[in-house]
């Protein structure tokens, strides 16, 4: 993949923007899984998508290949996010709360129906895990679902966070241990039931 990654970069370099839209339609919905993560909000991981490709685009000659293009891909991904989350966190106190009526995308996915019991579990956890993501900081976050979610490995999230593998692991660590504080009471109650 790098290899071919490194052949449309170069093309793209050299003029032909349609080989850029490979790297689109090869990363497109990886960046958008990222965003959604972080951003936990369709829309701005929408403009997260947009944005990181035309920066991509842009700063496409300051690429250099000593890591690979996704990484780089990634990197400015995960940046702009966070912006975005600051940006919304200082804004916060301006905004008008929104609606109670907006459904989350992921609840849109039909499964066969569970037992109630498993939908309470489910919710329990699912509130759970957003309140400890909120807590974790920027970069505990990114690393935790760069790690947990896209599967990247910690040589990978270090290139990405511009961290050593050491201060990687570092972070993964605490962002997993706080996660698992927030999840045990739930996983607790539902293992003690009947």
Do not use: C
């Not at 790297?23 to 919905?29: E, H, I, K, Q, S």
């Not at 490709?53 to 966070?82: G, M, P, V």
């Not at 009526?101 to 509130?127: I, W």
Request: hydrophobic share 40%; net charge neutral.
């Amino acid at each position: 993949m790098e290899a071919t990654d490194l052949a449309a970069v170069e093309r793209t370099k050299a003029g032909d923007t349609a080989a850029f839209r490979v790297l689109v339609d090869r990363y497109g919905r990886s960046v958008f899984r990222l965003a959604f993560r972080m951003t936990a909000n369709e829309f701005d991981a929408e403009d997260v998508v947009q944005e990181t490709f035309l920066r991509a685009y842009k700063q496409l000659d300051s690429y250099e290949s000593r890591s690979s293009f996704s990484t780089w891909l990634y990197r400015i991904a995960a940046n702009y996010s966070l912006d975005l989350i600051r940006s919304r966190k200082r804004h916060a106190s301006r905004r008008v709360t929104e609606s109670n009526d907006e459904e989350d995308v992921l609840d849109n996915v039909r499964a066969s129906d569970p037992g109630q019991d498993r939908v309470y579990y489910s919710s329990q956890v699912k509130q759970r895990l957003e309140a400890a993501l909120s807590l974790l900081s920027d970069q505990e976050r990114t690393a935790f679902l760069l790690r947990h979610f896209e599967g990247k490995s910690i040589e990978e999230i270090g290139a990405i966070l511009g961290l050593g593998v050491s201060a990687t692991k570092n972070s993964i660590f605490r962002a997993v241990r706080k996660v698992r504080e927030a999840l045990e009471p739930v996983v607790s109650s539902y293992e003690a039931a009947p």
